[in-house]
């Protein structure tokens, strides 16, 4: 890519417009020379001539500058950030990150979010780590705080009561249940007497 050409990205020049679009390698998303999206690394930009040319390469149009003239079905979106989440689940995410990664504003993330999958990026964030934990926890002999640390939680006491929350008992009640050390519903021990 030329200096003139990153030069009207970093300046956000609309005169350039038509001209090229210009991809981020690390979303996938192809953007409009005057994208108001944050400024992203110069290494990771790759320039096209013409729309096409980005979708051919698997390049989806940025959702604030919309470079296709449209606009990418809020379904499609939603998957791509629930897909993100489920990906980098152990990592800090934010709503603001997300938004940035996804290129629209925090506010329009959530609500979308919520609309189409019923809880909120952060709730389903939360899920994930706890749907991950139960794995963990059910195949593995990990103490529950290198779980916890594993699905992103790095407080104890935090994990114990998310987990408690989406689970209905303790991470270490869910695992002592799992091996068969509690008493089934009727009462009878699940394990063999000697």
């Known amino acids: 890519m030329n200096d003139e050409y990153w030069q009207a990205i970093v300046l956000c020049d609309a005169s350039y417009d038509g001209k090229f679009y210009y991809g981020v390698m690390t979303t996938g998303i192809y953007c409009r020379p005057s994208c108001k999206s944050r400024v992203p690394t110069r290494a990771n930009v790759k320039v096209f001539r013409n729309?096409?040319?980005?979708?051919?390469?698997?390049?989806?149009?940025?959702?604030?500058?919309?470079?296709?003239?449209?606009?990418?079905?809020?379904?499609?979106?939603?998957?791509?950030?629930?897909?993100?989440?489920?990906?980098?689940?152990?990592?800090?995410?934010?709503?603001?990150?997300?938004?940035?990664?996804?290129?629209?504003?925090?506010?329009?993330?959530?609500?979308?979010?919520?609309?189409?999958?019923?809880v909120s990026p952060t709730d389903y964030l939360i899920?994930?780590?706890?749907?991950?934990?139960?794995?963990?926890l059910s195949e593995t002999d990990m103490p529950v705080m290198d779980v916890a640390f594993a699905v992103g939680i790095a407080n104890l006491s935090h994990f114990s009561t998310r987990f408690l929350a989406q689970v209905g008992m303790t991470p270490t009640h869910y695992r002592k249940k799992l091996k068969g050390a509690i008493a089934d519903d009727n009462g009878q021990s699940t394990e063999e007497e000697s």
């Open 127 to 136: 899920r994930t780590r706890i749907a991950r934990a139960k794995e963990m």
């Open 51 to 118: 729309a096409e040319q980005a979708i051919e390469e698997s390049f989806r149009p940025c959702k604030r500058c919309k470079p296709d003239g449209g606009r990418l079905p809020s379904e499609e979106w939603v998957a791509q950030i629930a897909s993100e989440i489920e990906k980098r689940y152990a990592e800090p995410v934010t709503l603001t990150s997300l938004a940035e990664q996804f290129h629209g504003s925090p506010y329009h993330l959530q609500r979308t979010f919520k609309r189409i999958v019923g």
